[in-house]
Each structure stands twice: as structure tokens, then as C-alpha cells.
């Protein structure tokens, strides 16, 4: 890798001011999820336009390209493309002005809030770069765009559109995220990285009446209350202090009017964790106490819980892992780094378990260095630093472009030899 990275990367000097456009374009026009028309075409044009194999439309917008040059190993590299919807206000001058409809029919405010702007840019230029230096490495390199990311289906939807046999099999899948760390920062770590994430919705029905007369009634806003209270003891009082976990409740809606007790309300909530058994205990543990409080409040029906989005933890293979963690140090000395667990979640792993592939995921940072140093000197990072799916949220071109193309090609060179 040593030997091949510098004359790989020697070519993103030629090619920045191209990849600064498309970033700004791509975060002017961001698209939800399975809408991402417009991005994966550019992706698409894009791939063609440096000799690639490519496939569109897998799972709806998703695309593959491949570049066969020789014989070696085959390595897979993933940006997701979907948007969020959010109302930007970063005051940026390509900030988005877009609206898109959401499921629920009404049209709302779109943004490019999570950074796959930044991930679609970089793997593009990853991409450019790999086909103009050919001479330097031998394998298949193949470039996944995947829709949906932030809906948890997008994955799923390649693979049940038969991605696995439209696609070579890799022998090592990779994939990055921009998060909030200072701009520069390369952060990996083997084992668990990311979250799962399971989110819930509950109905809890009781016995409507006039708000004068609560002896009339089963109060289904008094039930969600002592719930709410209650699942906040699942982290605190069930599970040790060593074993990370989030239950957090985001939404809850009942009545219509001061004076009218319903007859019933709707819970929404999201839970983080790592490993399986902690998954199970905690969806367990939301069960009972949901089921324990209808019970002590005498409800006439028993609730309705639905799970409605589910993600996979990312837990990254240890020996892929390792042999990137060392390109990283090698290539970007002290700000590679071993990056902390995440509370987010992906749907990335799905792909490469769909092929029986191990795979690595790392984080870059996106902050501006100096305002991210002078929070950390003040020790205010969480109040001044704005986070992943902020309407603030907006990464520093440079040197976040760079440093994520960079990341990648290094990461794909460790396996595709010369």
C-alpha cells in the first residue's frame, strides 16, 4: 500500500476543484430515500464516464460499477445517497431550498443532514482515481451507490433486487461515515462500531370521557406517562453499567382537546444497542413494562407494539479492520485514530453479509479544526458542535473531501496488489 497510495492519490490535485462542484451540487439537490433519481444518475454518469461496468436501478435507484483490471482480490466500496427530511439552516450558499413528499403524503423541507453528500463525493473521486492509475494496482474494484440508508431498507431492497448476482462477489466490503470530529480525523476500531437501532410504536388504549369526570374513565394519557417514566429505568436499573444502551421515547400524541380524555395514545420510541443479547433483553424489557402499566391501569384492551424500522449493529471483521487501522496510521500518522463506539446505526452490513464478505467501517470528521479545537478547549463539543442529522450540520469542504477520498483509495489498495 505504501508503495501504490502516492501514485494514486497523485492525482487528486487534478481533480478537487471537480469534486467540490459535485459536492455543492449534490448538497443543493439532496433526494429522500428510494427518490435519489437525480444522485444516483450523476453517480451512474459518473462511473461510465471513468470506463466502468454499470448496473442502475438495483432496488429501485441504487447502483454498481465495476472495473476489472487484471487478476487479484475484489473489493467493494459503498457511499449511501439518500437525504433527510430536515429544514436547513446552515446559511451555507449551496444550501438546499428543496421539498419532497414524505410517506405520510405531506410535503416537507429537505437536507443533506447526515453527510451521504460527502460520501457519494468521495467515493466518486475514489472511483476517478482508481480508473486513472491502473498501472498501479490489479484486481476488481467495484463502487456500490445505495438508496435508503436512513430508512434501513435501502440494503435490504439491493439485495432482494438480486444484487449479489449482478454483482462480483468481494472478497472485503468497505464503507465510511462523516461524523462530527474535526476535519482531518480518520477514526476505525474492530469489533462493535455502531449501534442497532429498533424503533417501536405503542398504542395504549383506554376509556375515553369528559375531562371532568376522569372516574368515567381509563386515562390513556396517564398510562403512556407512567411508561415513558418507567422505560427509563430499563437502562439505569436492568442493565449493567458496563453495557452501553439508549432507550429514548420521541414522540408521543394522544387527545384533541384540554377537556376530552381519549381513548387512547400512540408511543414512539428508538433503542440503541450492541450486541444481540442486550437487544433481546432491552425488547423484552420494553414488553413487559408497557404491558405491566396497562395492566395497573386497568386498560380494556392490551396494547399494540409494533417494531417499524430495525437496523443491524455494525461490528466490524477484526482482521480487515486491523489491515486498514495500520494503511490508516502509515498513511495519515497522528490523525488516524481508534475511533470510540458510535450510538448511530447503518444498514451497510447487510450487503456484505449478503455475500458472505467480512467488511470495515471507519468515521472521518467534518468539522471545521479550529472551531472543533476551541470546543474542545472550552469543553463545550456537545452544545457548540453541531451533530449528524442537525439542520446545522454542515461539513467543511476541505479538508473533509480529501481526507474521505484518501481514506478510501488507501483503505481499497491494501487488497488490490500489483
Known amino acids: 500500500m505504501t508503495d501504490r497510495a502516492p501514485t494514486v492519490l497523485a492525482g487528486l490535485d487534478g481533480i478537487r476543484s471537480d469534486l467540490e462542484d459535485i459536492y ?63 429544514h436547513e439552516q446552515t446559511g451555507l450558499p449551496y444550501a438546499s431550498t428543496l421539498t419532497a413528499t414524505v410517506p405520510d403524503g405531506t410535503e416537507q423541507p429537505v437536507m443533506h443532514a447526515c453527510g451521504h453528500d460527502v460520501h457519494v463525493t468521495c467515493l466518486i473521486g475514489c472511483a476517478r482515481l482508481m480508473a486513472q492509475a491502473q498501472h498501479a494496482w490489479r484486481g476488481t474494484f467495484v463502487v456500490l451507490f445505495q438508496p435508503s440508508e436512513e430508512n434501513g431498507d435501502g440494503a435490504d431492497a439491493m439485495i432482494d433486487d438480486g444484487l449479489t448476482s449482478r454483482s462480483p462477489r468481494p472478497d472485503v466490503a468497505l464503507a465510511q461515515h462523516v461524523l462530527p470530529y474535526a476535519a482531518g480525523y480518520v477514526g476505525i476500531r474492530p469489533g462493535s462500531f455502531l449501534s442497532a437501532a429498533d424503533s417501536l410504536r405503542i398504542t395504549v388504549h383506554g376509556r375515553g370521557a369528559h375531562g371532568s369526570m376522569p372516574q368515567a374513565a381509563v386515562d390513556p394519557v396517564v398510562m403512556a406517562a407512567m411508561i415513558v417514566v418507567r422505560l427509563q429505568t430499563i437502562v439505569s436499573r436492568e442493565l449493567a453499567a458496563t453495557t452501553p444502551a439508549v432507550v429514548t421515547v420521541g414522540s408521543i400524541h394522544a387527545g384533541t382537546g384540554p377537556n376530552v380524555i381519549p381513548d387512547s395514545a400512540v408511543i414512539q420510541l428508538n433503542m440503541r444497542t450492541y450486541d444481540d443479547a442486550t437487544r433481546t433483553q ?118 473533509t473531501l480529501d481526507t474521505g477520498v484518501s481514506a478510501m483509495t488507501v483503505a481499497a489498495l491494501t487488497w488490490l496488489g500489483t
Open 24 to 86: 455543492k451540487d449534490l448538497h443543493r439537490h439532496p433526494e429522500l430515500g428510494l427518490q435519489e433519481h437525480r444522485t444516483a444518475k450523476k453517480a451512474s454518469d459518473s462511473l461510465r464516464a471513468f470506463g466502468y461496468e454499470v448496473t442502475a436501478g438495483i432496488g429501485g435507484t441504487g447502483v454498481i460499477g465495476v472495473l476489472t483490471n487484471g487478476d487479484g482480490p475484489t473489493v467493494m466500496t459503498r457511499a449511501d445517497m439518500d437525504a433527510l427530511p430536515v
Open 282 to 399: 432491552v425488547l423484552d424489557a420494553i414488553e413487559r413494562t408497557v404491558k405491566a402499566e396497562c395492566q395497573a391501569s386497568r386498560s380494556p384492551k392490551a396494547p399494540e407494539i409494533e417494531r417499524t424500522t430495525s437496523f443491524p449493529p455494525t461490528v466490524n471483521d477484526e482482521a480487515p479492520t486491523r489491515r486498514v487501522a495500520d494503511a490508516f496510521a502509515a498513511h495519515f500518522g497522528d490523525d488516524a485514530h481508534t475511533i470510540d463506539l458510535q450510538t448511530a446505526s447503518e444498514d451497510m452490513s447487510e450487503i456484505p453479509k449478503a455475500f458472505g464478505a467480512p467488511f470495515t467501517y471507519w468515521g472521518i470528521g467534518g468539522i471545521d479544526p479550529g472551531r472543533y479545537a476551541e470546543a474542545a478547549k472550552n469543553g463545550t463539543i456537545a452544545q457548540d458542535i453541531p451533530v449528524n442529522h442537525s439542520p446545522t450540520f454542515a461539513p467543511v469542504i476541505q479538508p
